[in-house]
T-cell receptor, first 114, second 113 residues
Framework: RKEVEQDPGPFNVPEGATVAFNCTYSNSASQSFFWYRQDCRKEPKLLMSVYSSGNEDGRFTAQLNRASQYISLLIRDSKLSDSATYLC???WGEGSGGYQKVTFGTGTKLQVIP | NAGVTQTPKFRVLKTGQSMTLLCAQDMNHEYMYWYRQDPGMGLRLIHYSVGEGTTAKGEVPDGYNVSRLKKQNFLLGLESAAPSQTSVYFCASSRGRGRTEAFFGQGTRLTVV
């Protein structure tokens, strides 16, 4: 089983629609969670962190469910500019030094259609 | 702010040639990573480093070597390039403690012919 799993998509949605992505992780000791966005032929960039209580940034809402070991990203009122690949990122402690290793999912592709 | 810088941005190699990709970060991050990204495969971890002088294998390490002689630099080497190593390579770094978001370089597009 992969450490971080995502539905690869593509998700094709009309402008204005609401779309949600889920991501599951295998390590119950995971400590930090993020969503990244990657545009075509560009490097991934941080979209938002995911906090235990859930958090919102404009049209984007991220949620964490530790019991079921998944995180979600909800995009409301989709824009054409939201078309990208969305990467789920999880980190957990490794070794005795207290450091956390970052692990990426393979990404979910979103295409917003006019 | 420079952040994470990769060189070169583009390269074409012949089969059997060698090359080194350089990644430099100016954020004093402990962790550094090398990924490759192929169509439909997502990011796959090649090697990573938890600090100066240390390296560890990732998901797809075969055919690559790495070195972290200085904390700010992480080098990825291809000793004998193969067409299967045609890919986009991304370097990333993260603090490793506390907030662990990763910062990426702009990528290196490598073609092996």
């Amino acid at each position: 089983r992969k450490e971080v799993e995502q539905d690869p998509g593509p998700f094709n949605v009309p402008e204005g629609a609401t779309v949600a992505f889920n991501c599951t992780y295998s390590n119950s000791a995971s400590q930090s969670f993020f969503w990244y966005r990657q545009d075509c032929r560009k490097e991934p960039k941080l979209l938002m962190s995911v906090y235990s209580s859930g958090n919102e940034d404009g049209r984007f809402t991220a949620q964490l469910n530790r019991a079921s070991q998944y995180i979600s990203l909800l995009i409301r009122d989709s824009k054409l500019s939201d078309s990208a690949t969305y990467l789920c990122v999880v980190s957990w402690g490794e070794g005795s030094g207290g450091y956390q290793k970052v692990t990426f999912g393979t990404g979910t592709k979103l295409q917003v259609i006019p | 702010n420079a952040g994470v810088t990769q060189t070169p941005k583009f390269r074409v190699l012949k089969t059997g040639q060698s090359m080194t990709l350089l990644c430099a970060q100016d954020m004093n991050h402990e962790y550094m990573y090398w990924y490759r990204q192929d169509p439909g495969m997502g990011l796959r971890l090649i090697h990573y480093s938890v600090g100066e002088g240390t390296t560890a294998k990732g998901e797809v390490p075969d055919g690559y070597n790495v070195s972290r002689l200085k904390k700010q630099n992480f080098l990825l080497g291809l000793e004998s390039a193969a067409p299967s190593q045609t890919s986009v390579y991304f370097c990333a770094s993260s603090r490793g403690r506390g907030r662990t978001e990763a910062f990426f370089g702009q990528g290196t597009r490598l073609t092996v012919v």
